[in-house]
């Protein structure tokens, strides 16, 4: 057993090594292949490489990134235009493209795609926040008003470690595994990994539920299960600070279940363990009672959904359902207890009634009534409405249904714990790398197109044309990596 809250001795060799963009290296097996297998496996080698080496040579600030850059590079965006000293933390920021890094060397062992993990993973420790975890940014010129109060002391302003849309959790995420990576030898790394998942046990409440947001440990709490509001839940009930409550919204859950289940495999101590049944726990009891046994995106301390932003009210979700019955059968996975997969059954049939008539599943459900529940905007103003045919297009009103991939995996899971599931993904066929390798241009570049789609963090983008984009960067290098790794183990005697 590793133990976490030491620090470890001196700086991995790794982390101090130059990291060279490259003359291109030809990837190597120690068993005998396929001629075709193989020559397949050096152009996709090839091809991750040279994105890789531009978008580490090119893009980086700092070791960081953000969302969308224009082709020119003159222009950064994050949620809004990002300056030029500043990185993103929020998926698909620096995390994401740094384990991108990660999987690469993963597949290749080539030391470059570790430097460039490390140097991300250092860049996020720089951003972490004296409470311990991470704001959806990190601005690295001191005297700018963008930074926050960060541990290291080089910033100032706000100090809320936030756990929305995956922000805490994909940094710490990222972390602990370049910790692994680099053998737990690079002190910078080691140590944040290790104060962010302290700060994030003390933000557990004793229910096992999170809030969105931590400035410090969370107050203790009766243990309750869910019920309706006794009261006019359109008028009263508001709290001003929504986001020291219990959240699920954004997949609060999902997100730190897949951080929890990393760091019991990666430090092999039991408080992980523990957490992540306290969480699978919270989820039991904040599913609705009947009529609407789903769950709401957000709930006060007597567990009664409740107000968040103005056009969040309280309701059970559909959004937010889907995502809790993906959670609950992790947690069954990851514990190795059927427990987890009893909520299950009626909130799969809740869905499959709640249906609207072009499938999809609606983000609100009115509590009791079921009615689905949306709202119509006048400037500043929202209003409830059950009708659909004046929605604001920055929210995402209705859902498309996952009801039969989890009703799939749930029938798996319930006949055996071990079973595959539809978050393993295969990987991808070489007919798949090939098209990937295809649209790169010699830059290295993959280009995206612009049409006035809505983009993560929604960017107010002056191009409507091409950009470069870390989501599909990190996409097609992660799914490049999995083929790779696919070749290798079919190689296996």
């Known amino acids: 057993m590793r133990n976490m809250y030491s620090a470890p001795r001196g700086r991995s060799a790794q982390a101090g090594l130059p990291i060279l963009w490259f003359g291109l290296t030809v990837l190597c097996f120690a068993f005998p292949v396929a001629a075709q297998q193989d020559r397949n496996a050096q152009q996709a080698a090839a091809a991750m490489k040279s994105a890789a080496g531009f978008y580490y040579g090119k893009l980086n600030v700092h070791g960081g990134y953000v969302y969308h850059y224009t082709l020119d590079l003159s222009q950064r965006w994050g949620e809004g235009l990002a300056g030029p000293t500043q990185i993103w933390v929020q998926p698909p920021g620096t995390p994401t493209v740094g384990m991108a890094f990660l999987r690469a060397y993963e597949a290749t062992g080539d030391q470059a795609y570790l430097g460039a993990a490390t140097k991300a993973a250092e860049a996020i420790a720089y951003g972490q926040l004296e409470s311990g975890g991470w ?34 959790q994909s940094a710490l995420q990222f972390l602990i595994q370049c910790d692994r990576a680099l053998d737990f030898k690079n002190a910078t790394i080691h140590d944040s990994a290790a104060v962010g998942l302290q700060a994030l046990r003390a933000a557990q409440f004793p229910n096992g539920a999170f809030p969105q947001v931590w400035t410090g440990p969370v107050s203790e709490q009766p243990v ?11 008028t009263e009930g508001r709290i001003k600070e929504y986001w020291t409550m219990y959240t699920l919204n954004d997949d609060v859950a999902g997100y730190v279940t897949d951080l929890l289940i990393d ?26 009672p009947e009529p609407q046994p789903g ?6 301390y007597e567990m009664k959904p409740i107000w968040a932003r103005k056009f969040e009210p309280p309701a059970v979700s ?21 427990k987890y997969l009893q909520p299950i059954d009626k909130a799969l049939r809740w869905l499959q009634q709640s249906r609207l008539p ?34 604001p297009d920055h929210y995402g009103w209705k859902t498309e249904s996952e009801i039969e991939t989890l009703r799939n995996d749930f029938g798996r899971l319930s006949s055996n714990l071990n079973a595959k599931t539809s978050w393993q993904p295969d990987p991808p ?17 993959w280009i995206s197109v612009y049409r006035g789609e809505r983009l993560v963090g929604q960017p107010k983008m002056p191009m409507n044309g091409p950009y470069l984009s ?24």
């Open 318 to 338: 559909g959004d937010e359902t889907q995502e809790a019955i993906k959670t609950l059968m992790k947690i069954a996975v990851a514990t190795g207890d059927k």
């Open 135 to 168: 704001t959806n940014s990190i601005e690295f010129n001191p005297r700018s008003d963008q930074t926050a109060q960060y541990r290291n002391g080089k910033g100032r302003g706000k100090d809320n470690s936030s756990l929305d849309d995956g922000q805490t």
């Open 470 to 493: 870390s989501e599909t960067f990190s996409n097609n290098i992660s799914a490049i990596s999995r083929y790779l790794i696919s070749l290798k183990s079919s190689r296996t005697p």
């Open 358 to 391: 072009d499938g999809r599943i609606a983000r609100y459900y009115e509590l009791k009534t079921n009615r689905p529940l949306y709202m119509q905007r006048d400037g500043k103003k929202y209003e409830l409405t059950y009708s659909d045919a004046r929605l």
């Open 224 to 234: 309750l299960p869910a019920s309706y509001p006794d009261y006019d839940w359109r």
């Open 295 to 300: 769950w709401a995106q957000q709930y006060n």
């Open 263 to 288: 760091a019991n495999s990666i430090y092999d101590e039991p408080i992980y363990l523990e957490m992540l049944r306290k969480l699978g726990d919270f989820l039991i009891l904040a599913q609705m």
């Open 429 to 445: 066929s070489w007919n798949e790398v090939q098209a990937m390798i295809k649209q790169l241009d010699e830059q290295g570049r």
